[in-house]
């Protein structure tokens, strides 16, 4: 069987309008991510794989080619004296420093642990902070091969202005030379590379917002949409322009922003001269009206366009569900599924494509173990052969006649609009179309130019992922802004004083709140599986699955609430589910950490629908009907501190893992007196 990796490399256009960048994502996914994905791949001979690398990634590293503290506002205050930094300032870079992920990152760093849980900070503190930081993001390549990088790293501590110079030296250097590596890469036939239209656009929804109808008929529009197709076409074009100056080629193949595809979008690709593109399984099951799987393990030809269609389920196994288990299990778990279709279609090609970089800093050593495990078995399978996109463009393909509109999150676009906040950004981007159009005839080339650029990064898919209750990130507000100051500036550059709509935040003002709440009070529940009374659960905590996800978007499961919270003897848990979904699931593991606790749940209510059973020393109860309640005897429980995790499974495949975010803490000392409430 052939199986291809296709990895997506993608940042939004952090640029304000003065082009200063505003958050520093691109430089620190740069130095752990960038490098270090095809470099884990160059260590085991014969593997192959293709790399999608984004314009607004490619024109964002290279201001950091020299003097990024020049073209960045983190590292600008970065290098600056702390006593230099007003209020906002400095809160600000308290923000950013303390936002690496904890118990893979931050808790592995034991100076940074420290100072990542204080609330105050003396000046040297704070100094630290910032280069633990930065250096918290080196990837294992630097941490094995930069001298500096692991001098600081055993230094921990008491750094000075002249350590912060050597570092952000050794760490420009080293980002200049990605992406001839990627060329080098390509050169040697290891890799294959690929890219995006030029902002990271929903192509479809330029050309067409009725296509989100078409995807979904539910979904609500913007009133008096007008095709940007026009703006389309730059979109396309202008990838390709970036692309051939940075890798010295044109680039044949294109992976459409989140895989978002419909008919006229991918013949306006053919029309570029694009030869292959890729999406989600869900999309080709609409298009052929069957989601029978063995359709799925082939390249398709739609109109001369060869189509890879991923294999979602295995995609999240490493996107989400792998960084839970031990990389060698993950690892053997991976090649033993690829086996199954093997067995049933060896003819197979299978497409495994997802996020290349941020799933990694939610593993331990940023996914190298896993990678290293899974690579060596892939490479020591006498029946799989790797391939990347400009070899299965070769293979035969199979013909496809109708492709349905959809993107790769269910098939649909309401991750971009549909939502009162999605659809408000769209209506802004169709004002100011129009009152341009209004105004072009008196601009100058050069004005139109800039508009122009402005127009086409305010097209970005990444503004409308964060719209919305479907995904979460402290930095919102600083995303909205962004949106917005691109329409502001077109008026500016019109001499037309913006509508004060455009400096209103789209985005209502919102935190972790909005799907966490923690427990209030004890509660000592009935555990009957009958989500009858209210009261019962009163007090407790409550994660809303439903709105929870970062970077990436988590497949949404049955689950999607979970209630939780304890008395003096036992922890409650009770999971809002959609039922049909949750018959499917047979079996619940429930991971109890430090005690390592993991043991299987028989969930398959069909014949009975309430049991109690000792797993591993604990006693537990369990039952289900209209929802799944689960109580927990901790008498016999030493540790007071407690960390759940739940994975729900239908056959071999994991299809959620909860939460969603990571593991949720339960003290058995809390009293809840600061949380008392009437």
């Not at 003396?122 to 100094?127: A, G």
């Not at 989601?291 to 001369?304: S, V």
């Not at 060596?376 to 006649?401: A, E, F, I």
């Not at 964060?466 to 930095?475: I, Q, V």
Request: hydrophobic residues 40%; negative net charge; contains cysteine.
């Amino acid at each position: 069987m052939n199986l291809s990796f296709i990895w997506h490399m993608h940042q939004p256009d952090y640029r304000d309008e003065s082009g200063i960048v505003q958050m520093p994502w691109v430089f620190l996914h740069a130095i752990k991510d960038y490098y270090d994905m095809p470099w884990m791949l160059e260590r085991h001979s014969g593997l192959k794989s293709t790399f999608n690398i984004t314009p607004p990634l490619i024109r964002q590293l290279k201001l950091y080619y020299d003097n990024p503290q020049n073209s960045d506002k983190f590292f600008n205050l970065w290098l600056r004296e702390i006593s230099s930094l007003n209020m906002a300032e400095y809160s600000w870079m308290i923000k950013i420093c303390k936002s690496s992920t904890y118990d893979t990152v931050v808790s592995k760093m034991p100076s940074y642990d420290v100072l990542y849980k204080k609330e105050s900070y003396t000046h040297q503190e704070f100094f630290d902070l910032e280069v633990l930081f930065v250096l918290s993001w080196c990837g294992v390549y630097l941490r094995t091969n930069s001298e500096i990088v692991k001098e600081m790293l055993q230094k921990g501590k008491d750094f000075i202005y002249e350590d912060k110079l050597s570092l952000l030296h050794e760490l420009t250097h080293f980002v200049r030379g990605i992406f001839d590596y990627y060329v080098e890469l390509r050169d040697r036939d290891i890799i294959s590379i690929s890219t995006t239209p030029l902002n990271h656009p929903i192509l479809p929804l330029l050309l067409d917002m009725n296509s989100a109808k078409v995807a979904n008929p539910s979904t609500n529009i913007p009133k008096h949409p007008i095709s940007l197709k026009d703006d389309a076409l730059l979109q396309i074009e202008r990838a390709k322009e970036l692309f051939e100056d940075t890798f010295g080629f044109q680039p044949d193949g294109f992976w459409p922003a989140e895989g978002a595809v419909d008919e006229n979008s991918v013949a306006l690709l053919s029309e570029c001269g694009i030869k292959w593109i890729a999406t989600d399984q869900e999309i080709l099951f609409r298009s052929i009206n069957s989601r029978d799987k063995a359709n799925l393990y082939k390249p398709y030809d739609y109109n001369n366009m060869c189509i890879a269609f991923r294999d979602h389920e295995l995609s999240d196994l490493i996107g989400f569900t792998y960084r839970f288990w031990e990389p060698k299990l993950a690892a053997k778990n991976f090649t033993s599924l690829l086996s199954s279709i093997n067995d049933s279609h060896s003819d197979a090609t299978v497409f495994i494509i997802l996020d290349g970089e941020n799933a990694w800093e939610f593993y331990d050593n940023n996914a190298f173990d896993f990678f290293d495990a899974l690579y060596t078995n892939l490479g020591s399978t006498p029946w799989l052969k790797t391939l990347h996109m400009q070899d299965v463009y070769g293979l035969d393909k199979k013909r496809l006649n109708r492709l349905a509109a959809g993107s790769w999150i269910h098939g649909e676009f309401n991750t971009w609009v549909g939502h009162k906040e999605k659809t408000r950004g769209w209506e802004l981007i169709f004002v100011t179309k129009r009152d341009y159009e209004h105004h072009k005839e008196s601009l100058d080339e050069a004005t139109k130019a800039k508009i122009t650029e402005h127009f086409l990064a305010s097209e970005c898919s990444d503004w409308f992922w964060w719209y919305g209750d479907d995904h979460f990130t402290e930095f919102g507000l600083e995303f909205d802004t962004l949106f917005r100051s691109h329409l502001i500036a077109i008026y500016n550059l019109m001499k037309i004083a913006p509508p004060l709509d455009l400096f209103e935040p789209i985005i209502q003002n919102r935190s972790s709140v909005d799907f966490w709440l923690k427990p209030k009070s004890y509660i000592s529940p009935d555990i009957d599986g009958r989500h009858g009374s209210f009261f019962e659960w009163i007090g407790s905590g409550v994660v809303y699955e439903n709105r929870t996800s970062s970077t990436m978007d988590i497949p949404k499961g049955p689950v999607n609430k979970i209630f939780y919270g304890q008395d003096d003897e036992c922890i409650y848990f009770a999971f809002d589910t959609d039922i049909e979904m949750m018959k499917r699931c047979k079996i619940l593991r429930l991971i109890i950490d430090p005690i390592g606790f993991n043991e299987e749940i028989d969930i398959d209510f069909t014949t009975q629908k309430q049991y109690c059973r000792k797993n591993g020393g604990i006693v537990f109860e369990v039952a289900f009907e209209d929802w799944l309640e689960i109580k927990i005897d901790a008498s016999s429980i030493e540790s007071q501190k407690l960390d759940f995790r739940f994975e729900l499974s239908s056959g071999d495949a994991v299809i959620q893992t909860l939460p969603s975010f990571g593991e949720l803490e339960i003290d058995m000392e809390n009293d809840f007196s600061d949380r008392w409430f009437v």
